[in-house]
């Protein structure tokens, strides 16, 4: 049974950092791609990033790099997204998401993502 639970997220001014975690659960896989996603209120759900766990290659859509880092730690099972310098466009819910069973695939998009976290609310001012 895959679990994934997201953390971390909250409100901050423009130019902050928010770190967001996704405790995951239940994977026997060792390699995966885990995905953050976000949704603001009207908007499709888009991808922000994304990490082959095997190869822990990252991907970044444009909007983020230089600015987010996506991360996993084995020992804890968690994937972090590391956020800086935060604009007001950033503000929606994330999402943690797994794709079991191999790597990333490119353009990485929701639909490769079988499994979906609740979602954490970011909020910029």
């Known amino acids: 049974h895959v679990q994934l639970v997201e953390s971390g997220g909250g409100s901050v001014q423009a130019g902050g950092s928010l770190r967001l975690s996704c405790a995951v659960s239940g994977i026997t896989y060792t390699q995966n791609c885990m995905g953050w996603f976000r949704q603001a209120p009207g908007k499709e759900r888009e991808e922000v990033a994304a990490i082959s766990t095997g190869s822990r290659s990252t991907y970044y859509t444009n909007s983020v790099k230089g600015r987010f880092t996506i991360s996993q730690d084995n020992a804890k099972n968690t994937v972090t997204l590391q956020m800086n310098s935060l604009k007001p466009e950033d503000t929606a819910m994330y999402y943690c998401?797994?794709?079991?069973?191999?790597?990333?695939?490119?353009?990485?998009?929701?639909?490769?993502?079988?499994?979906w976290g609740q979602g954490t609310q970011v909020t910029v001012s």
């Open positions: 998401a797994a794709d079991v069973g191999g790597g990333c695939y490119l353009p990485f998009k929701a639909s490769d993502f079988g499994y």
